[in-house]
């Protein structure tokens, strides 16, 4: 049999249209897939519910692959000296990997690609999840974008460059020798010990299948209408692919031809069309802002943010994380999180507009929260959305735009999402929906609003005004 060539799995757990599995298994090339967890190497531990997904991400592709006779190996551990071993192991030729965009990984792959270059091994990375590569979009000057609009155009303008997507290969041959002990993906410990994630588990199919099943839905029950649609969060009108592109169960190639490829047999009004693909856009975009912003997680993008006074109340904070601020906006939201590990992106607007304008606590801690409990937590998505937030990314809200928390549910027709996650005001009319204690009746298990809404917005406005003159 052939030497056999390591695939090594990242965030690209999936077959199809994943270019370093593709490219290691063409001409029947025996291959082993491995997903090494190697905390240590990264610049801070998934949150809980990223491993929750994790878990369960891993048994699918395990399935997946063992459904086509491949063994999926996991191990847990630094990962050059577990490549190295597996080489020994398994007398593989080579290793294959998709390219990642973080810079303590781009740092970390460079020094294995160099060390396993020098034992003449065969070494590829690919590019597979991200339309474009940052460095491949730059402004007439040659430097990286930091306003989206010309971003996106500049891409659009290069799209012909977007490869065909690749089929899962066919006959794929297992290179793990019957003696390795493949590794057991609950030695990993990522179901949490008091039990959170119960509920979860009723509102995803964590599997590929699962993802694509979730976005044909979406093409049929919302892409037409989605322009309009997308900011009502009562309504099923996103496609909810955050997480499956977060941990590449399906790529954004797939994602954008299978796009092109429904409206060109359905009737999908060109706008709607456009601007589901300029929310992948935004994805694109906040991967080029990490890449030419490494640091992106803890320093505001514009310096004048730096020494911003924020305030530090645990108790606020608690109250905000816990959906108990008195807002049934931001409180439903919060709540949606917990529950089900992912907000509607409207919501996280308005609840990132609370904690950091109202509450006037940093954007830092709201990334944090949010890394802890989105399954989707993206290193680049998250940190951008609360740079955005914060006022103080590239592209970002202006300071003076701040969210009112009880029109904004008239606004985006919120009645039915707040009725469902703040069950305790449920009976309340829908005059009184969004600010219940002007009601007459008041439920006395429902907290008084954490700050007044206009008394937050001009203390959000008198501080932010400190950063105009800087
Ligand atoms: C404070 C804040 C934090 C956020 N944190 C994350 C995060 O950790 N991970 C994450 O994937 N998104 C994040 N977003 C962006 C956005 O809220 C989610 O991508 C979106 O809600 C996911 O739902 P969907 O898949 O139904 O989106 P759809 O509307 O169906 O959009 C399709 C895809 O486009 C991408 N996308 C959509 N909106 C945005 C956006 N504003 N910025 C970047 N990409 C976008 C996502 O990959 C999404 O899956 C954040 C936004 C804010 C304001």
Same mark, same amino acid.
């Given at each position: 049999m052939?030497?056999p060539?390591?695939?090594?799995?990242r965030?690209?757990l999936?077959l199809?249209?994943?270019?370093?599995? @593709?490219?290691?298994?063409?001409n029947?090339?025996?291959?082993i897939?491995?997903?090494i @967890?190697d905390?240590e190497?990264?610049d801070r531990?998934?949150g809980g519910?990223?491993?929750?997904?994790?878990?369960?991400a891993?048994?699918?592709l395990?399935k997946?692959?063992?459904?086509?006779g491949v063994d999926?190996?996991?191990r847990?551990g630094?990962?050059?000296?577990i490549l190295?071993t597996?080489?020994?192991?398994?007398?593989?030729?080579?290793?294959y990997?998709?390219r990642?965009y973080? =810079?303590?990984s781009?740092?970390?792959?460079?020094h294995?690609?160099?060390v396993?270059k020098?034992r003449d091994?065969d070494?590829?990375?690919?590019? =597979? !999840?991200v339309?474009f590569?940052?460095?491949t979009v730059k402004?007439?000057s040659?430097?990286?974008?930091?306003v989206?609009t010309p971003?996106?155009?500049?891409? %659009?303008?290069?799209?012909?460059?977007?490869?065909d997507?690749?089929?899962?290969?066919?006959s794929?041959?297992n290179g793990a020798?019957?003696s390795?002990n493949i590794g057991?993906i609950s030695?990993?410990?990522?179901l949490?010990d008091? %039990?959170w994630?119960?509920?979860m588990a009723?509102?995803w199919?964590?599997s590929?299948n699962?993802a694509?099943?979730r976005?044909?839905?979406f093409f049929k029950?919302a892409?037409g209408g @989605?322009?309009d649609?997308? !900011?009502?969060?009562?309504?099923?009108?996103t496609?909810?692919l955050?997480?499956y592109l977060?941990?590449?169960i399906?790529s954004p190639r797939?994602?954008w031809h299978?796009t092109h490829?429904?409206?060109? !047999?359905?009737?999908v009004?060109?706008?709607?069309?456009?601007?589901?693909l300029?929310e992948?856009?935004w994805?694109e975009?906040s991967?080029h802002?990490?890449?030419?912003?490494p640091?992106?997680?803890?320093?505001?993008?514009?310096d004048?943010?730096?020494?911003f006074p924020?305030?530090q109340d645990?108790g606020?904070?608690?109250?905000w994380?816990?959906?108990?601020?008195?807002?049934?906006?931001?409180?439903?939201g919060m %709540?949606?999180?917990w529950?089900?590990g992912?907000?509607h992106?409207?919501i996280r607007m308005?609840?990132g507009?609370?904690?950091?304008?109202?509450l006037l606590?940093?954007?830092?801690?709201g990334e944090?929260w949010?890394w802890?409990c989105?399954?989707? =937590?993206?290193?680049a998505?998250n940190t951008a959305g609360?740079?955005?937030?914060?006022?103080c990314?590239a592209d970002?809200?202006?300071?003076?735009?701040i969210?009112?928390?009880?029109t904004?549910?008239?606004?985006f027709?919120?009645y039915?999402?707040?009725?469902q996650?703040v069950?305790e005001?449920?009976h309340?009319e829908d005059k009184y929906?969004?600010e219940?204690?002007?009601?007459?009746?008041?439920p006395?298990?429902?907290?008084?609003p954490?700050?007044?809404?206009?008394?937050?917005?001009e203390? =959000?406005?008198?501080?932010?005004e400190?950063?105009?003159?800087?």
């Amino acid at each position: 049999m052939t030497d056999p060539i390591i695939v090594w799995l990242r965030h690209d757990l999936r077959l199809r249209d994943n270019p370093a599995l @593709y490219h290691a298994a063409y001409n029947k090339t025996p291959i082993i897939p491995v997903f090494i @967890y190697d905390p240590e190497a990264m610049d801070r531990d998934y949150g809980g519910a990223q491993k929750w997904w994790l878990h369960h991400a891993l048994h699918a592709l395990r399935k997946d692959f063992k459904d086509h006779g491949v063994d999926l190996v996991v191990r847990q551990g630094d990962s050059l000296e577990i490549l190295n071993t597996l080489i020994s192991e398994t007398n593989a030729k080579g290793v294959y990997w998709n390219r990642s965009y973080e =810079a303590w990984s781009i740092d970390r792959d460079a020094h294995i690609k160099e060390v396993l270059k020098d034992r003449d091994l065969d070494v590829q990375s690919f590019k =597979a !999840n991200v339309l474009f590569e940052p460095w491949t979009v730059k402004n007439g000057s040659g430097d990286p974008y930091r306003v989206f609009t010309p971003f996106w155009k500049a891409c %659009r303008a290069q799209e012909e460059a977007i490869e065909d997507e690749l089929p899962v290969p066919n006959s794929m041959v297992n290179g793990a020798p019957s003696s390795l002990n493949i590794g057991d993906i609950s030695d990993f410990d990522f179901l949490p010990d008091i %039990r959170w994630d119960k509920k979860m588990a009723d509102h995803w199919d964590i599997s590929e299948n699962g993802a694509w099943e979730r976005m044909h839905t979406f093409f049929k029950d919302a892409l037409g209408g @989605y322009k309009d649609d997308r !900011n009502i969060p009562s309504r099923d009108t996103t496609s909810r692919l955050s997480p499956y592109l977060r941990w590449g169960i399906i790529s954004p190639r797939s994602i954008w031809h299978a796009t092109h490829d429904y409206c060109s !047999n359905h009737d999908v009004p060109q706008k709607d069309k456009d601007h589901f693909l300029s929310e992948v856009g935004w994805r694109e975009f906040s991967f080029h802002l990490l890449y030419y912003n490494p640091n992106m997680k803890d320093d505001p993008l514009q310096d004048k943010f730096k020494n911003f006074p924020w305030d530090q109340d645990s108790g606020v904070l608690k109250r905000w994380q816990k959906g108990q601020t008195g807002y049934p906006m931001i409180d439903a939201g919060m %709540r949606q999180l917990w529950q089900t590990g992912w907000m509607h992106n409207r919501i996280r607007m308005i609840v990132g507009s609370l904690l950091v304008k109202h509450l006037l606590h940093s954007w830092i801690e709201g990334e944090q929260w949010f890394w802890d409990c989105l399954v989707d =937590a993206c290193p680049a998505n998250n940190t951008a959305g609360w740079q955005w937030i914060g006022g103080c990314g590239a592209d970002a809200a202006p300071y003076f735009r701040i969210f009112n928390p009880i029109t904004q549910g008239d606004k985006f027709d919120a009645y039915d999402y707040v009725r469902q996650y703040v069950p305790e005001i449920a009976h309340i009319e829908d005059k009184y929906l969004f600010e219940p204690w002007e009601s007459p009746n008041p439920p006395a298990n429902y907290p008084a609003p954490i700050i007044d809404h206009k008394e937050g917005r001009e203390k =959000a406005l008198a501080a932010f005004e400190t950063t105009k003159e800087k």
